[in-house]
């Protein structure tokens, strides 16, 4: 239980990436921190997902998270299991003739590496590649990379509360007064909502509209395999992964089209540190179900066999579904505070991005609790970007 | 044999020393669901036998670490396939 008197001057809400980031920052510079988790660490978004980092959605914060990343596990004396891992988006003759149907191949075409090379570094991939597009990825353990962060947050003095369900906030003169839960309450200076696809819920209690809506996701694992190269961290099926805009409602959502429906974008990647292969990936709209679908996962199987035929007889081990933070406005992050009320703050929206720039966030939000002030540029990512919503 | 010796889960060679640091690491948090952050932490129990093997073993470490026995644990999360499924099987599945 909490104490009858527990006063910190900044809750955490949510033991996910952004939420344990930020409490690990803070208590890093000598703010009073607590942190409170409705499940266990990594339990939400951070805990279902193929622990590759992206951050398209958010270019001010991509080009410096290998800042963090680099130098994090010596600097919490735990090994987050942080690798290059290259990438290739590979095309098929039906991703061709698509493409050349929407007028977008030129574009792509002249970045490509041909099919006849890419047979050639990598036997496993279908005969009829037509050419790829190779890229640098990156992987991370998001278990690792999370209880890192809580045991070297508590060793600073953060308080970790598990299993503790926020059931309201108190708010009085347009202020953060009190974080109330299912095992105590918590005074409190500032409120930073990092609960991830549960965001929207934490500001209701507020009284406030946060557009962040559970998308979710879903992946199979294989037995071990040897490890491919050169692409060792993901092959994509091009035409899938690159150009359906997926999640845009209604449309998605009545489609027939189970690409569009699902948001499949299909990958296979590898697993740098236990050796076997991860299949992905689903973007569907269907509320906090995160029960596996065999519609979804029967598809991603398929279209990933289509790109390499060679996996066919691979064993699937485990099969398994979560649900990311998405801003259905934007699809970009939310950080930063809220106007109307003094010390509520918001860190969550990563999509299927949370895990590249998660860490940075953190500690952006750290920067503005105590100085006001972010030494990255996260204005384009403000709550007040949402003109319109009550 | 010292405990950086003693494999406990076989197949993806995780030893009884790496397990015991798990075990502690998450009940210093305040973990609940202990035997699934051994498997987040390290993997154990989630090779080609999905934990038949090490299940029991790691649920006896945990008792040495923690003093709590299986039954005071909540159930282990469990994934599908119950057992291991050909992708091709899974790709060409008629619904």
Redesign the interface.
Known sequence: MIKADEETEVTVIGGGIFGISTAYYLAKRGVDVALVEKN???SGAT?NNNGMCGAYSSPEIAEHWHEIYNNLSEEIKFNIEYKESPDIVIYTPENVKEMKKLGIWESYSSKMVTGDELKDKEPLLADDIVGGIESMGYFVNP??LC?GY??AA?GLGCK????TAVEGIKISNNRVKEVITSRGSIKTDFVVNAAGAWSSRIGEMAGINIPIIPQKGEI?V???APKPHPYHGRIANGFLYNTYPYNKEPEAVESKDPRIKLGISAYIHYYP??NNYG?GGSHELVGYDSR?N??T??YI??Q??RIVPS??????????AGVRPYCYIDEKPILGRVDSIEGFIIATGGGGQGLGIGPMSGKLISELIIENKTSLPIDAYSYSRFKNIK | MKEEEIIICRCMEVTDKEIREAIRLAASIGSISIQDQVKKLTSAGMGLCQGRTCQQLIERLIFEETGKNPNELPPISARPPTKPIKLETLGEMKR
């Open positions: 266990e660490l990594a805990g278990f690792r209880y809580a045991q508590k970790i509360h598990l299993h199979l294989t037995e071990q540190f236990t299949m596996v065999p519609d996962v029967s199987a398929k990933c066999m996996l066919k007889q691979i064993n699937i081990i485990r099969m398994h």
